[in-house]
T-cell receptor, first 117, second 115 residues
Framework: AQTVTQSQPEMSVQEAETVTLSCTYD???????LFWYKQPPSRQMILVIR??????QNATENRFSVNFQKAAKSFSLKISDSQLGDAAMYFC??????????????FGTGTLLAVQP | DTAVSQTPKYLVTQMGNDKSIKCEQN?????MYWYKQDSKKFLKIMFS???????INETVPNRFSPKSPDKAHLNLHINSLELGDSAVYFC??????????????FGSGTRLTVV
């Protein structure tokens, strides 16, 4: 069974600095998708960034970028120029792509990011 | 205009009661999900429906019964509520059950507290 591990329960960063959140996953599949979701205190789950496993190029979305290392099964999130509004719980998630109808999103345990002014 | 809306946002009820949580999506998606987020913030899938058909049913007590009257709605009914059912329940939708690229769109969650 696929698993997603986030080894940092909590992280802290100074405003305007850069922080990297770690995520590793375990799978025997070659085709899959990886996601980072943000959950602020409002509880809303917000998609931050996604990566297709077959793409070598790391995904970027404005201040957010990933370091995808397929062989190492690692998918870290880098937040540049951190802002107070980035403070939230961040979840790494995996979804298999094998054409089956029972694909589901599997989440890690989350990293709580604090941003210090 | 909210894409995935859940009602109610908060629900406090006594043990043994029966309650329902409603979910509606206006994205035209074919697939809807229920996820449970426990007190440690861990998110785990409970059910998935594709075009009103149940396709994922994780190991969930029989007291939980999802119902999908149409592909835009997925409700969750819980019988004989227990203290351990206290959690945040998220509804989500995706374009379909097969292609994972776009991920899910989540509702804002329903915080259920059983006292």
């Amino acid at each position: 069974a696929q698993t997603v591990t986030q080894s940092q329960p909590e992280m802290s960063v100074q405003e305007a600095e850069t922080v990297t959140l770690s995520c590793t996953y375990d799978t025997s599949e070659s085709d899959y998708y990886l996601f980072w979701y943000k959950q602020p205190p409002s509880r809303q789950m917000i998609l931050v960034i996604r990566q297709e496993a077959y793409k070598q190029q790391n995904a970027t979305e404005n201040r957010f970028s990933v370091n995808f290392q397929k062989a190492a099964k690692s998918f870290s999130l880098k937040i540049s120029d951190s802002q107070l509004g980035d403070a939230a719980m961040y979840f790494c998630a995996y979804r298999q792509e094998d054409g089956g109808a029972t694909n589901k999103l599997i989440f890690g345990t989350g990293t709580l990011l604090a941003v210090q002014p | 205009d909210t894409a995935v809306s859940q009602t109610p946002k908060y629900l406090v009820t006594q043990m043994g009661n029966d309650k329902s949580i409603k979910c509606e999506q206006n994205l035209g998606h074919d697939t809807m999900y229920w996820y449970k987020q426990d007190s440690k913030k861990f998110l785990k899938i409970m059910f998935s429906y594709n075009n009103k058909e149940l396709i994922i049913n994780e190991t969930v007590p029989n007291r939980f019964s999802p119902k999908s009257p149409d592909k835009a709605h997925l409700n969750l009914h819980i019988n004989s509520l227990e203290l351990g059912d206290s959690a945040v329940y998220f509804c989500a939708s995706s374009q379909d059950a097969w292609t994972g690229m776009r991920g899910y769109t989540f509702g804002s969650g329903t915080r259920l507290t059983v006292v």
